[in-house]
């Protein structure tokens, strides 16, 4: 079995920030990631994470806050010196934290310059930070209207052109479906550059057994094919978090 995280950006949301590491770890999760950790200092962060733990696999380079604000500025050309910044905030909580891996998110943008810019950021983030991994992820357009990516290929053209070692996919299984219509496709085309991979089920974005997926097939098949990154579950329960883990694999880790 893969090793599962918990998105405390949308699992445990019935509990303040910090006491929702504990209640990952009493689940059963061996890991934990936030998208935007910036509202809370990282050392309290970070002291939550050792006391349940828990391994901190991810983090969002920023906007500041979940409930508002653009997502990233990579792909947007005229925002280097903002993205700049912003890396480097993500880069100095990844390194108290940890954490595994920096999303680096691409923001909204289109055409030639905004690719040729995500690259040209790309490159400075994956030299700046030479140590650490970093991810890009397709977002569904439906959820993310005008988000510079969302598109597999691209990302894995992309990827290939930027042409660093710590940086790869992040897979998230979710907007593959939307985008796609066949995430378990979008896997296999794409495995050997997945570093990092979120579920959820589709189309509601609820507990990963209830939908069109096959998740249990999908952990087999992570399994056979020597996966050995983290699945992380990032969805919005249907009612308590705790009532809908049926899914999770008890020893997970
Ligand atoms: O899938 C998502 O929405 C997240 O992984 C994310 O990073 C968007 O901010
Ligand atoms: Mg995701």
Do not use: C
Request: charged content about 20%; overall charge negative; glycine content about 8%.
């Amino acid at each position: 079995m893969p090793r599962f995280a918990a998105n405390l950006t949308m699992l445990f949301t019935e509990l303040p920030m910090l006491d929702r590491f504990a209640a990952a770890a009493e689940a059963g999760f061996t890991g934990v990631e936030i998208l935007f950790p910036y509202d809370l200092p990282a050392r309290d962060l970070s002291r939550a994470a050792i006391a349940a733990g828990l391994d901190f696999v991810l983090l969002n380079t920023p906007p500041p806050n979940w409930a508002g604000g653009p997502r990233g500025f990579a792909a947007e050309p005229g925002r280097e010196e903002r993205f700049r910044s912003d890396f480097d905030r993500a880069l100095r909580f990844a390194e108290a934290l940890r954490a595994r891996h920096i999303h680096v998110m691409a923001g909204y943008a289109q055409g030639p310059s905004a690719r040729d810019t995500f690259i040209a950021n790309l490159r400075w983030a994956a030299e700046r930070a030479s140590h650490a991994s970093l991810t890009i992820e397709p977002l569904n357009p439906a959820d993310q209207p005008g988000y510079f990516l969302a598109d597999f290929d691209l990302a894995a053209e992309l990827i290939a052109e930027v042409g660093a070692p710590n940086l790869g996919l992040q897979y998230d299984s979710y907007h593959a479906h939307l985008i796609t219509g066949d995430a378990v496709a979008v896997w296999h085309r794409h495995k050997g550059i997945i570093r990092h991979i979120q579920i959820a089920g589709v189309p509601e974005r609820h507990e990963p057994l209830e939908g069109t997926i096959d998740y249990p097939a999908l952990f087999a098949d992570l399994d056979q094919s020597g996966y050995r990154g983290w699945v992380s579950a990032e969805y919005n329960p249907a009612g308590l978090t705790a009532q809908g883990l049926g899914w999770l694999p008890r020893r997970s880790g």
